[in-house]
Every structure is written in structure tokens, then in C-alpha cells.
């Protein structure tokens, strides 16, 4: 492993330790939020019990990355070689240890990376087992927990020797060794159920966001469209359901394999990753509804209108934190506005996003009427050939696996407990009601 990236996370984490136990030693009964019942039935909604320094999402400024919003962290990370987004490497770097790094510390990265980026042959041959029209994310699911016999950290824990301040370390290495072989992972599903299986091998000179667009076998400036997408679906705070899942099942130990399949078992649900999808689909379909012609402002306020007095919803608007345009969405419509600005599926979404704000808030029953990140995300996919709805998750799995793994190797490194909330029944919700049972 590169002693570069261990030493700087090891004095960040026993920097770090002080601080966690100081809180739960002299602070442990500060009440910090109360629950409702609407909120025990209503799925947990905003009740503060979590903790993750690795990102926030502000309801008016979006998710911040290590304290950095993304105009600021697309502004201020390395860009990757010849390209205009900033590195993967570099970006996990950052979630790592919170600093941005130098040339020598992305490089590091990369390094490690491309030296673990080999996939076990057995992980190919239980994927062509499969039958082809699996869906993709329980291929991917099913590829990550098939390597859990890779895992570092099971091997030190059964030996019996590790040490809990030092469970960080194998975790670490868990996660660069599946974060190596994610992108050659997804390429080859993706090759495999929609190519004829016309599998394209990895090229060692190129980054990860890099590697990626070339296996998938899409030429540039989709480079810097994986970077992108790859960035900004990360991570979200630990409360949404991949995130949260992940969380979880590492909180009993369980290694990164384990977890990280079932973080995208959680994000396949149409809840969550799916909607970018239902997103562009619905798009698709106004598309036709107007012939294949750009409507003016005012038919497409006309046709918003009369979607929503048919009591259907205007999809990739609004959001369940955010008060304000989501700035995943403002990075993806930058991209778009640049590279292109003539797609008339974009020409489109630019339009929704003229008209349909307004008109939410005039209508009054949104609490937050701005485009949220599916608004746009399938566009750009379908705008640059990858026109497979399906395989739209994988993209956000294969993103989403940066975060969670930097919040699970912390998580170790603060030694934070199993998750173990406490449920109560019915009868007794009724009971604090003041409702009297039958």
C-alpha cells in the first residue's frame, strides 16, 4: 500500500480519535434532536442519529464534499490529464483525508489503483454464468460479494491479531482493491449484456474515469463525462438508503465486500437509483408527444400544466433536503451547455427547467419546485450512445462505492459501535397518542 496515502490518513484518524471520545465521554446525554411520531412511521425522515465528516447536504447550498461545495471542489482538485474534470484518484484522496493533494498524492492513487486493478478470472466466468438477461446491478452485486474471499480485513480479524485502532488499515486496503476493479467490473457487464460480449481489456496508462469510458468503448469527451458522474453521485450524507446500507452492514463488521454489495443492492430499488432512468424516459416520451419538435416556453408550460391537473407529477423536480437548483444538476447542465447545447433531448430539460419552477410554486404544493441531479444525468448518457437504461445505476453504484468506502474505513478508524436502534410497536405509539385501543 502506499505508505504516502496510510501515514497521512493515520495522523488524520489519531488526530481525529480525541475528539469522537471527548463528546460521547463529557458531552454522551446532549440531546441533539427529538422524534416524532410521524417520523418513526414516515421511514426515519430528518431525525439527526448519524454521523459522517465525509460529506453534508445543506438544504441551500447542496452537498458538500469534505466542507467544500461542488463548484469549489470541481474548481480547486487537480484536473485529470488531459481533461477538463478533476481525477477520481484525486477526489477519493480528498474524501480520504479531507486536503487536496498534490500531483504526487493523486499519482499515488493512481498507482495504487492501477496496480490492483486485475480482475480473478472466477469473477468473469460467474458473470458469463449468468443468465444474460439478469439485470445489471445484480450482476455488479453479485461480482463484488463473489470477491469477498479477496478481503484483507476478514483474513487479519480471524487470525486474531488486529488490534481496533488498526481495523482502518485492512479496511483500506478492501477498498482500494474493489475500487481498482469496479470500473473493469461494470465495463465488462456492460460489454458483456449489451455488446455481443466484445469484452474491451483495461489500458494501464489511463485514470480510473478515464479507463472506465475507454472499456465501456466511448470515445472522449466522455472521459470527463464518467469523471464527472462519478464525482457527484459519490456521496450524500449517510442517511439515503446506499449510503445508509453500507453503513450498516459494515458497522458489524462485515467487510467492504459484504457492504458495498449491499449498498448497491439498496440503490437499485426505483426509489433511489432508478430515478434518473424514469427521468429521461419521461422526457423520451413528451418528445414524442410534441413530434420530435422544440416547443416554445409557452406550449411547454401549457403541456406542464396539463400533466399536473391529470394529477401526474413533473419527474426530477424537487428533493427531500435540498431548498434550491441541486449543484449536481448545475455541473451536468454546465457540461451540457458547453459540449451540447444543440441536443434537442437537453434543448428539452433546458426548457423544464425555464418553466417548471415557476409553475410549482405557483401551483403551491412543492417544497422545493428546483430540478433535482436525475433531472439531467440519463441525457448526457443517452446524448453519448450509452442508451441503456438499465445499465444507468451501475453508474451510480460504481460512484457511490467512493463515498461509502471512505466513510467505512472511518468509521473503523474512530471505532464506531453496531448499529442498533430500538424499535417500538404500534400499540405503544397509540399509548403516547393518547389513543385509546379497542
Known sequence: MSELLKNKLKEKIEAWRPRTARLVKEFGNVKVDEVDIGQIIGGARDVKCLITDISYLDPFEGIRFRGLTIPEVMEKLPKAKDGEMPSVEGFYYFLLTGDIPSDEEVQSVMDEFKKRQQVPEYVFNMLRALPLDSHPMAMLSAAIVSMQRESVFFKEYEEGHLHKNDYWIPTLEDSLNLLAKLPTIAAFIYRLKYKNGDIIPPNPELDWGANFAYMIGIPKPYDDVARMYFILHSDHESGNVSAHTGHLIASALSDVYYAISGMVNGLAGPLHGLANQEVLKWIQEVYKKMDGRIPTEEEMKK????????????????????????????????????????????????????????????????????????????????????????????????????????????????????????????????????????
Open 303 to 438: 403541456f406542464v400544466w396539463d400533466t399536473l391537473k391529470e394529477g401526474h407529477v413533473i419527474p426530477g423536480f424537487g428533493h427531500a433536503v435540498l431548498r434550491k437548483t441541486d449543484p449536481r444538476y448545475t455541473a451536468q447542465r454546465e457540461f451540457c451547455l458547453k459540449n451540447l447545447p444543440d441536443d434537442p433531448l437537453f434543448k428539452y430539460v433546458d426548457l423544464l427547467y425555464k418553466v417548471v419552477p415557476p409553475i410549482l410554486l405557483e401551483q403551491g404544493k412543492a417544497k422545493n419546485p428546483w430540478p433535482n441531479v436525475d433531472a439531467q444525468s440519463g441525457v448526457i448518457q443517452w446524448y453519448y450512445g450509452l442508451k441503456e437504461y438499465d445499465f444507468y445505476t451501475v453508474l451510480f453504484a460504481v460512484g457511490r462505492a467512493l463515498g461509502v468506502t471512505a466513510n467505512i474505513i472511518w468509521d473503523r478508524g474512530l471505532g464506531y459501535p453496531i448499529e442498533r436502534p430500538k424499535s417500538v410497536t404500534t400499540e405503544m405509539l397509540e399509548e403516547i397518542a393518547g389513543i385509546k385501543s379497542k
